[in-house]
């Protein structure tokens, strides 16, 4: 009985053993398993975000000229819009001096009130020979012809750079011109105005100077 014992007692020990190796056998084969599996899906992701990122750069490429186009087409007609406001800001504080009597009280010259003008713009627009200033006076509103500033051939008119400020109670009409090279590429249809890609900016001041002499009582 005693050696019965015995035997079954070994024979399950044997079993208990049998089954722990073949448990640590599959446990190994498991993480084996799974450790190529996770491989294999790393891999594959990786491979994937170079194939996006290529396919990103090659878009990117296709894309990038027609977004900086419209880019630099924006910013280049804010800047002609703001060009304009400040171009005819200047003018009119310009043109007050006229009319209140200052540039008649102190001699002012053409040169003078050019320099007047070229320091309103600064440094938005230069004081070059893009800035052409003419200054004209008329007896009456009704008499006041405002030519084309522009020739037959599309350029500015060089004629325009009179220098008449009037006296007191004269109708006075300062105008002044700006010529702006247009740089966006395919803009220049829409803003081109004149010869050469050139987009002329115009700012004007109409006014009858006030009776800033003491001997007039009035206009």
Request: charge should be positive; glycine fraction near 4%.
């Amino acid at each position: 009985m005693m050696k019965m014992r015995v035997r079954v007692k070994r024979r399950l020990e044997q079993a208990a053993c049998r089954v722990r190796a073949k448990s640590a056998r599959l446990k190994t084969n498991t993480c084996s398993s799974i450790g190529r599996a996770i491989s294999r899906k790393t891999a594959s992701h990786f491979s994937a975000l170079r194939s996006r990122s290529g396919s990103a750069a090659i878009e990117f490429a296709f894309i990038a000229p027609i977004f900086f186009l419209f880019l630099m087409a924006t910013m280049e007609t804010g800047l002609i819009y703001l060009s304009n406001f400040v171009l005819q800001n200047a003018t009119n504080d310009a043109a007050r001096q006229i009319r209140t009597g200052q540039v008649a009280a102190s001699s002012m010259t053409q040169a003078q009130f050019r320099t007047l003008i070229c320091n309103g713009i600064a440094p938005l627009l230069a004081c070059d020979t893009n800035l052409q200033i003419d200054v004209e006076t008329f007896t009456s509103f009704t008499s006041a012809s405002i030519t084309d500033p522009l020739t037959a051939s599309g350029g500015l008119d060089s004629t325009l750079n009179n220098w008449a400020p009037g006296t007191v109670c004269s109708i006075v009409l300062v105008r002044t011109f700006y010529t702006w090279n247009v740089a966006t590429p395919l803009l220049t249809p829409f803003l081109v105005n004149m010869s050469s890609n050139n987009h002329l900016l115009t700012a004007a001041s109409a006014f009858r100077n006030e009776p800033y002499d003491t001997s007039v009582s009035g206009c």
